[in-house]
T-cell receptor, first 112, second 110 residues
Framework: DGGITQSPKYLFRKEGQNVTLSCEQN?????MYWYRQDPGQGLRLIYY???????QKGDIAEGYSVSREKKESFPLTVTSAQKNPTAFYLC???????????FGDGTRLSIL | RKEVEQDPGPFNVPEGATVAFNCTYS??????FFWYRQDCRKEPKLLMS???SGNEDGRFTAQLNRASQYISLLIRDSKLSDSATYLC???????????FGKGTKLSVKP
């Protein structure tokens, strides 16, 4: 089945540690996105990529980094510089920028 | 004015009721419009696209008013399973990205 796979489903981070969230899609979509959602809040865009080997900062990029070496993959690293990383992280993809986005089922990150 | 603004909710309605959600957007150049549904602790899922002429999908009807920069979603004959948060989504962010509203929570009671 075509879709977006995020892993892990749950992740715990220690102080000073970098962690990487995986996002893989087999929909052949050009564009991929990372969002953060805090309890009771809307989605906030962290990073996006409209084509392989290119990505742009979203509204809350500080403390995060990404790479887009393959069309199918868009991993997100939450660095130790992100002081409040506890949130629900959602990866999405779309054929093009203004087309409907399809989401993975998310990763819940917490601090130990 | 916020880029995408929705009714604050929550909406608590009995089964069988008709409920309407409204959404306004600030970018007059926006070209694409969608409604998403998000269940508690789950990912958002596309409910329907919104077309200029209005469109219907079963019990759901979406309307777009470009002059007023206003989108609506009507749900008829509400079911318990309709309980969720409904997100209004509009294109027009940087490089044409989608902008998600904060959502309106719907709770359908027996």
């Amino acid at each position: 089945d075509g879709g977006i796979t995020q892993s892990p489903k749950y992740l715990f981070r220690k102080e000073g540690q970098n962690v990487t969230l995986s996002c893989e899609q087999n929909l052949n979509h050009d564009a991929m996105y990372w969002y953060r959602q805090d309890p009771g809040q809307g989605l906030r865009l962290i990073y996006y990529s409209q084509i392989v080997n290119d990505f742009q900062k979203g509204d809350i990029a500080e403390g995060y980094s990404v790479s887009r070496e393959k069309k199918e993959s868009f991993p997100l690293t939450v660095t130790s510089a992100q002081k409040n990383p506890t949130a629900f992280y959602l990866c999405a993809s779309s054929i093009q920028a203004n087309q409907p986005q399809h989401f993975g089922d998310g990763t819940r990150l917490s601090i130990l | 004015r916020k880029e995408v603004e929705q009714d604050p909710g929550p909406f608590n309605v009995p089964e069988g009721a008709t409920v309407a959600f409204n959404c306004t957007y600030s970018n007059s150049a926006s070209q694409s419009f969608f409604w998403y549904r998000q269940d508690c602790r789950k990912e958002p899922k596309l409910l329907m696209s919104v077309y200029s002429s209005g469109n219907e999908d079963g019990r759901f009807t979406a309307q777009l008013n470009r002059a007023s920069q206003y989108i609506s979603l009507l749900i008829r004959d509400s079911k318990l399973s309709d309980s969720a948060t409904y997100l209004c989504v509009v294109s027009g962010g940087s490089q044409g990205n989608l902008i998600f509203g904060k959502g309106t929570k719907l709770s359908v009671k027996p």
